[in-house]
């Protein structure tokens, strides 16, 4: 799954790089900036994951989490060890946590990568008009990648309660993804804009102040709090539920 | 027989402490009843054979024992302390295959040892690398030890699961058919092992369906039938309940059933022993204000019943099994 999140870049890059100009304004932000500068590859790349790829990736582990263990029959000799279920829970929530870093760590990386590859690497202005060099820039994206892990920390606690409902993974997994889709298009709808601030899809978008100088925390901690509200409610729920079930697969 | 804590059959002086104890244990799911009220009592030390038709509710049972089920009612003792409240401390103690074994796939039997031997935060880990091998060599896995499990056969993932309840030193071993899917080769093995098991003093609880099986390495037993528990105790006391029978060896076999209605027994012909020329057998249990049997014998010979056999037998412990929980094959709801 990493791989396929590699390839996003990579995809970009090559479709760009072979054709002949990019109309400016059109297709995904910073796409029409990337033949002068390398750097907006893995800018673009994120800016196409957040809403479909990394949720997807992210659904499909975190769903799989206890629900996967189950299906396997494995979870009755990790609890016969006995792992403790409080343990379990927390090392699969943290698995999950460690695979949001990975990925949105390999599309950063791996956009840097093709992009320097594939084109002109240089200063960057930043949305607030000033001018980083190029390692300020890398820098920026991995605090972007930051950003995006934290906003996929709440969903991922969704996806473990998901998973304790279920001895079925390919359901949790299809649970949880099609959570992340119905947050966003409930996030889209403007009559239900008191809904809004409370759908953890919220924030996913709101990195563009760390791409000022100087950087701005302020989405940053909104969205954490965020985050962190979704992971004791559902961290909660997850424990209330698996605690007391009976393992029966 | 009565259940009830500290007469646990074995014949040393005072209540023999009790690897494992339930009382009133009861559980439901929605509205079947898998196990009804059981008070299972299984001495330190003993090998206790848990047996019962498919469907009984043993599987249920075990995974109360060890805490992946919450009874309903009743309580459950393990080692002598409550679960699944100190699971914490008991399970480390308890080597187990419930159900079949299950591992990763994609990772190698000597992996997933290594995996599941990892769940445990207390084990060593110093010393896991020689544990999982001499788990692993004790149920002759070692040549497929690098092997994926994906390309394990049956039996092969069947001995993995009970080197997986091997990797420590344990007081206590719950084996739920640990001869399934073994080739008979490997049924000797459980077999030698389990008896290995018990000399060094681990306590093994074995559930089967198989009877000769039980008889061949258990000191104790219990019988479920359709969620209770109707009998247990050491094999003696299981077989000398079973009420002694008359057989009669004859080519005159509904003659011989009348007769002994007559004398005030309950007959019936045996359908395990094939009719042929020489007759079949009849059967039935000496009542309990017995005579002599030769009386028997005298009142079948005087109304012409030609008899070729003839004796009374201390019921066999299948006898037994299938007084207590039926002949037939459906599975008892
Ligand atoms: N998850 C479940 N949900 C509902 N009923 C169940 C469940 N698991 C078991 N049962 C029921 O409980 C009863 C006992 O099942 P259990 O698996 O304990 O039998 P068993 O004695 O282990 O049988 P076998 O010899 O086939 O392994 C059965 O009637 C079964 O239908
Ligand atoms: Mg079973």
Redesign the interface.
Known sequence: MLAALAAIPVLIAVVVRLSAHVPPGRGPVFLDRITQNGMFVAATAMVVAIPLFLPLTVGVVAGDTVAGEAG???L?????????RI??LVVKYLGAVVFCVAATLVIVLAGSAIGALLFPVGPVTLLSGDTVGAGQAEWRLVLVAAYVTVSLAGFAAVGLFISTLTDAPVGAMAATVVLAIASQVLDSLPQLAWLHPWLFSHYWFDFADLLRQPVTWDSFGANAVLQAGYLAVFGALAYGRFA?K???S | MSPSPGDTGTTGPGPAALAVETHGLVKRFGHQLAVGGIDLAVPQGSVFGFLGPNGSGKTTTIRMLLALAAPTHGAVAVLGQDMPRSFRTVLPRVGALVEGPAFYPFLSGRANLHRLDAADANSPAGTRAARVDAALDRVGLTHAAGKKVRAYSLGMKQRLGIANALLAPRELMVLDEPTNGLDPQGTREVRSLVRSLATEGTTVFVSSHLLAEVEQICTHAGIMRAGLLVAQGTLAELRRDGREQVRVLTPDMARACGVLARLGLVPEIAVSVPTDDDGGLVRAPVPERRGEPADIVAALVADGVRVRGFAVEAGSLEDRFVELTGEGFEVVE
């Open positions: 396997m029959g494995t009755r000799y990790l609890l016969v060890a006995p792992a403790g343990r379990l007391s009976d393992v029966l």
